[in-house]
């Protein structure tokens, strides 16, 4: 079979690693991909945004399945224009991918089917915006109403940092026309958990939880980033919590869905909260999670290529999903100056991997026929062991051989996640 995978970053090189253990995969294509996935697939100079490029090389090259891995073109209907052709595609349409493209769109179904969230208001003049935050209660939580690269939630702790934040969205377009509309929702309180999900749009089946680190610095201080390291599974997502949000958010998120006309096929995010009150959604994506799915895919012992075949044609409730008893850590090297000014075009010494040792390239090009740094988050090192505290440990033995000028990682990644464990 040949394969295409829409994207370049450290989601998609997991992605093809994982695709590559089916033995009927003949050939992957990565449209861009990274100079990093070079052994893993062919990396084609074809934006993930480039949907006529996409459609193209697709038809040129007789693809047999894609996997569309990315928000913006899952949201631009890349799945849509693929289906056209005739080709079968993992990911969601248009009119579904909108659950992660506009949060005024997924808080207005979260209320209007009962689903648990935070409670909100939607804006779309500045002035009332301003004139809401007055009053509301402080902490409260802004967001951009579209796609704006994981980064569009401000947290305000006074109402000074909640004006800024209005104004810099819907004003300053700091995240360009994402910023028109605003959410500004209550604060929750709780440990954050992530979930990823296949769903067919008919049976929901949940991969292992995780814990992602979104502050670029130790202690969860410093600017949110795209995420400094994760691990699996999430030692709060209990079975008994598991069960509460099949039975409370996922099965009807998937309804709501269908009874919308928007049926969701592919891979559903589940950013939740474990309030006082019970779990709660956060946030939805319409794609995997990076880098959570760097420490769920490791863990998957089930064929990943034919569990996303299950999801576009109707029969993922027959086929197997399951994840190994074990433990993941994701410690992610970045370039310092992350996630704000970093210089790029270092040349980088990446260490051979063993078993159950990955890495994950996400920012890399070739130049020279040298390997150099091209992005904020560089890559990934990922270690599965049976326990958690081996897995974090193995991690960042990996990580601290990765060399490259002003690499930068967090030192604390998965200790949150073991003190949980221990109280």
Same mark, same amino acid.
């Given at each position: 079979m040949k394969i295409l995978v829409v994207g370049g970053g450290g989601r998609e090189h997991t992605i093809i690693k994982k695709l590559k253990e089916n033995p009927e995969v003949e050939v992957i294509y990565a449209l861009p991909g990274n100079g990093g996935m070079k052994d893993d697939a062919v990396c084609v100079p074809v934006g993930a945004k480039d949907l006529d490029?996409?459609? =193209?090389? !697709?038809?040129?090259?007789?693809?047999?399945?894609?996997? *569309?891995?990315?928000? %913006?073109? /899952?949201? &631009? $209907?890349?799945?849509?224009?693929?289906?056209?052709?005739?080709?079968?595609?993992?990911?969601?349409?248009?009119?579904?991918?909108?659950?992660?493209?506009?949060?005024?769109?997924?808080?207005?179904?979260?209320?209007?089917?009962?689903?648990?969230?935070?409670?909100?208001?939607?804006?779309?003049?500045?002035?009332? =915006?301003? !004139?809401?935050?007055?009053?509301?209660?402080?902490?409260? *939580?802004?967001?951009? %109403?579209? /796609?704006? &690269? $994981?980064?569009?939630?401000?947290?305000?702790?006074?109402?000074?940092?909640?004006?800024?934040?209005?104004?810099?969205?819907?004003?300053?377009?700091?995240?360009?026309?994402?910023?028109?509309?605003?959410?500004?929702?209550?604060?929750?309180?709780?440990?954050?958990?992530?979930?990823?999900?296949?769903?067919?749009?008919?049976?929901?089946?949940p991969m292992v939880s995780s814990m992602d680190h979104k502050r670029a610095l130790d202690g969860d201080q410093g600017l949110n980033t795209g995420g400094m390291g994760t691990?699996?599974?999430?030692?709060?997502?209990?079975?008994?919590?598991?069960?509460?949000?099949?039975?409370?958010?996922?099965?009807?998120?998937?309804?709501?869905?269908?009874?919308?006309?928007?049926?969701?096929?592919?891979?559903?995010?589940?950013?939740?909260?474990?309030?006082?009150?019970?779990?709660?959604?956060?946030?939805?994506?319409?794609?995997?999670?990076?880098?959570?799915?760097?420490?769920?895919?490791?863990?998957?012992?089930?064929?990943?290529?034919?569990?996303?075949?299950?999801?576009?044609?109707?029969?993922?409730?027959?086929?197997?999903?399951?994840?190994a008893d074990r433990h993941a850590c994701c410690v992610v090297v970045a370039s310092g100056g992350y996630p704000q000014k970093y210089g790029s075009g270092y040349p980088m010494t990446l260490p051979e991997t063993g078993k159950d040792e990955y890495i994950f390239v996400a920012g890399a090009k070739v130049q020279d026929g040298v390997l150099v740094t091209a992005g904020g988050r560089v890559l990934g090192a990922v270690a599965v062991e049976d326990s958690l505290a081996d897995a974090v440990a193995h991690a960042y033995r990996i990580a601290d051989k990765v060399e490259f000028e002003n690499a930068y990682k967090r030192r604390d990644i998965g200790q949150r996640a073991l003190a949980a464990k221990q109280n």
């Open positions: 490029g996409i459609v =193209a090389f !697709a038809k040129e090259n007789a693809i047999d399945f894609a996997v *569309v891995a990315p928000d %913006d073109p /899952l949201v &631009l $209907g890349c799945v849509d224009r693929l289906n056209e052709i005739g080709i079968p595609c993992f990911g969601p349409r248009a009119n579904a991918a909108i659950i992660e493209g506009s949060k005024v769109f997924s808080k207005n179904l979260m209320k209007k089917y009962g689903i648990p969230t935070a409670t909100y208001e939607v804006f779309e003049d500045m002035d009332a =915006a301003l !004139a809401y935050v007055q009053d509301a209660p402080i902490p409260t *939580v802004i967001k951009a %109403d579209g /796609l704006a &690269l $994981g980064k569009g939630v401000i947290i305000a702790m006074t109402r000074k940092e909640a004006e800024d934040a209005i104004v810099s969205m819907m004003q300053d377009k700091a995240f360009g026309e994402s910023g028109s509309r605003v959410v500004i929702e209550e604060f929750l309180t709780g440990p954050e958990v992530s979930v990823l999900a296949f769903t067919d749009g008919k049976c929901v089946k691990v699996a599974p999430n030692p709060y997502y209990t079975e008994e919590i598991a069960r509460e949000c099949m039975e409370t958010i996922f099965l009807p998120t998937v309804g709501a869905m269908n009874a919308e006309g928007r049926t969701f096929k592919g891979c559903l995010y589940f950013g939740l909260m474990l309030t006082p009150k019970g779990p709660k959604v956060i946030e939805y994506n319409c794609r995997f999670g990076d880098p959570e799915t760097q420490v769920v895919l490791p863990l998957l012992e089930s064929d990943l290529l034919t569990i996303m075949m299950a999801t576009a044609n109707g029969t993922l409730a027959e086929t197997e999903v399951k994840f």
